[in-house]
C-alpha cells in the first residue's frame, strides 16, 4: 500500500494523536501501513507494529467492541457459544464431587455384595469409588465415547478393572434389572423418564439414589441435604424397591 507525503506525515505524525502514532518506517511493505508480520510478538505474546511499538489503540478498541458484538448476538440465540448436545443426551456432563459420591454410595448402604449401576456414569467416578471403598461390582452407561475410553483407563489404573465397567449406552435402553445400586446424576426430566424402567426392572430392597433431583410423586425413603467442598447446598434422595404384591 503506498501513501502520499502527506497522508504518511499525518499519520506518522506524534502530535496527531498523542501516543498513539504509527511505526511508519516499512509503511510501504506488502503488510500496509506498518503492519503486523506473522510472529512480530512482544515477550508477553502480544502483536506489536514492526517499529516495536504496541498495536493502536483504536484498533485494540475495535477489536473489544466486535468481541462484545459477538457475545450479544450469541445471546440472541444468533451464534452458539457451545457446541449442540448430542440429542440423545439427558443432560450436560457435571460431575458429582468426590465427597458427594461418596455420600451418595453411603446413603445406599453399598457394600461387596452389591452391583452399582451409575446412569450417566461421566468420568467413571461413582463406579470406582464403589469397587474401590466397597469392593462392590459396578458398571456405568454414558453416551460420551471419551468419558467410557477415560473411565476404563482409571478403573485400570486403579486396579480395579476386574470389578467395573463402562459402556457407551443411552440410559433409556438399560436394562437395568441386574443392580441392587443404582446411581443417577442428571436431571428431572431425566429421572421421570427413568421412573418407570427402574419402578417395573428392579428387584425388591433394590435402591436408588440420585443427586439433586427428585422422582415427582416417587416419595423417598430418605432426604439428605449437606454441603458440598465448596459450600454449595446438596441434596441427596434415595427411594427403595419395595416387595411387589402378590399377581403383580
Keep these: 500500500m503506498s501513501l ?4 504518511r506525515t499525518a499519520l506518522c505524525n506524534p502530535t496527531h494523536d498523542k501516543g498513539r502514532f504509527l511505526s511508519c518506517d516499512r509503511a510501504d511493505t506488502p503488510h500496509g501501513m506498518g503492519g503486523i508480520s506473522p510472529g512480530d510478538k512482544n515477550r508477553n505474546g502480544a502483536r506489536r507494529w514492526r517499529g516495536g511499538r504496541p498495536l493502536p489503540s483504536h484498533r485494540v478498541r475495535g477489536s473489544v467492541l466486535a468481541a462484545v458484538a459477538l457475545v450479544m448476538l450469541a445471546a440472541c440465540g444468533d ?15 457435571v460431575a458429582s464431587p468426590e465427597m458427594i459420591a461418596e455420600e451418595m454410595l453411603r ?10 449401576y451409575d446412569l450417566g456414569s461421566g468420568d467413571g467416578r461413582i463406579v470406582l469409588a464403589a469397587a474401590r471403598r466397597y469392593g462392590a461390582r459396578g458398571v456405568g452407561f454414558e453416551l460420551d465415547a471419551d468419558l467410557v ?22 440410559v433409556l435402553t438399560v436394562d437395568v434389572s441386574p443392580a441392587t445400586v443404582v446411581t443417577i446424576y442428571l436431571s428431572r426430566e431425566a429421572n421421570l423418564k427413568l421412573r418407570p424402567a427402574l419402578q417395573s426392572q428392579l428387584r425388591p ?3 436408588v439414589v440420585s ?15 449437606l454441603l458440598d467442598e465448596s459450600g454449595r447446598p446438596r441434596t441427596l ?8 404384591k402378590s399377581g403383580s
Design 4 to 7: 502520499s507525503v502527506s497522508e
Design 79 to 93: 451464534i452458539p457459544l457451545t457446541a449442540p448436545r448430542d440429542p440423545a443426551s439427558l443432560a450436560p456432563f
Design 107 to 116: 446413603l445406599a448402604n453399598v457394600g461387596k455384595d452389591d452391583v452399582v
Design 149 to 170: 475410553r477415560r473411565s476404563t483407563e482409571s478403573a485400570r489404573r486403579a486396579g480395579v478393572a476386574d470389578r467395573v465397567e463402562f459402556r457407551q449406552q443411552d
Design 205 to 207: 430392597g433394590a435402591r
Design 211 to 225: 443427586h439433586d433431583f427428585d422422582m415427582g410423586d416417587w416419595r423417598p425413603e430418605a432426604i439428605r441435604n
Design 237 to 244: 434422595y434415595l427411594w427403595r424397591i419395595a416387595a411387589r
